[in-house]
């Protein structure tokens, strides 16, 4: 299934988007795609709906993060040998774990915010990892059993915040709208293989990352075993993997998000997003 939240930000009702291309309501049949609804069971009983039966909703609505009441979401850093080296970062030998602040997550399709006074805002397109079962102290053969699925996030990052003052890299990762995810939740019986995905992310049409999470340095069951170690994962939770190559952190030179630049990303099987880059204003 690939699970959707449409509408106003603030005031979105669940829906999924059907074999055919659909997005269909589902506000009758759950009150939101949230941590109640990311269960086995829960997901298993919205599997076996009839999708032709659910009211299709017309025009195009914005869309919102797929998952609503996100408690945690966490990001791991320089999974991607290739991204470390373009970084100047040396290769992790245990994965690097960074908090993202809830209040940046908006849907896929929300304009980029600028901070105020920023000159070094910068993309990473990734795969997000949605934790369906609470998981503490899992081994990596029974990880994915606590996985609801995957989407796609845009890991957006202030490098002089991140980098220059003085730590942690939270202070870069945090500001508001930071956080586009989606634009849906797919969950795991549709993604034959989450560690062979390819992903891309284009800046004004011009392509700065491909890449495929094969490339992964951890891969997801890894992951979601190793950050279980350190903190309890519930249900509605995201872990963000990592960005492959190409962010403007390692052009030569290195180049930034600007007002009016246009960032669209997308994934296999995880849709794509488009965002404005827009100026600082207060919200
Ligand atoms: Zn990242």
């Known amino acids: 299934m690939r699970l959707i939240r449409y509408g106003k930000a603030g005031s979105e009702r669940p829906g999924l988007m059907d074999a055919h291309g659909v997005l269909r309501d589902l506000s009758h049949v759950v009150p939101d795609i949230g941590p109640a609804q990311l269960g086995p069971?829960?997901?298993?009983q919205l599997a076996r709906l009839d999708t032709d039966s659910l009211d299709a909703v017309s025009g195009h609505p914005r869309l919102g993060c797929p998952v609503a009441g996100i408690g945690k979401c966490i990001g791991i850093g320089l999974n991607y040998t290739d991204h470390a080296q373009e970084t100047g970062s040396p290769i992790p030998t245990e994965p690097i774990i960074f908090t993202k602040a809830i209040?940046?997550?908006?849907?896929?399709?929300?304009?980029?915010m600028l901070p105020q006074g920023s000159v070094k805002t910068d993309w990473e397109v990734e795969l997000g990892i949605v934790i369906g079962s609470r998981a503490s102290y899992v081994a990596e053969g029974n990880a994915?059993?606590?996985v609801a699925g995957f989407v796609l996030?845009?890991?957006v990052s202030e490098r002089e915040y991140q980098m220059e003052r003085g730590g942690t890299w939270d202070k870069g990762?945090?500001?508001?709208?930071?956080?586009p995810i989606g634009p849906w939740l797919v969950t795991q019986d549709e993604i034959a293989d989450p560690n062979n995905l390819d992903l891309w992310l284009d800046v004004n049409g011009q392509r700065m990352q491909t890449g495929n999470t094969s490339k992964m340095i951890f891969n997801v069951k890894e992951i979601v075993s190793y950050v279980s170690r350190f903190m309890t994962l519930m249900p509605g939770d995201v872990i963000i993997t990592g960005t492959p190559p190409g962010v403007g952190l390692g052009q030569k030179?290195?180049?930034f998000l600007k007002a009016g630049d246009v960032v669209t990303l997308g994934g296999q099987g995880l849709g794509t997003q488009k965002q404005r880059v827009v100026g600082w204003r207060a919200l």
């Open 41 to 44: 069971d829960a997901l298993a």
């Open 253 to 255: 030179p290195p180049r």
């Open 103 to 112: 209040s940046a997550i908006q849907g896929p399709d929300d304009d980029i």
């Open 144 to 146: 994915l059993d606590h």
């Open 173 to 179: 990762k945090g500001c508001d709208t930071f956080g």
């Open 153 to 155: 996030a845009n890991d």
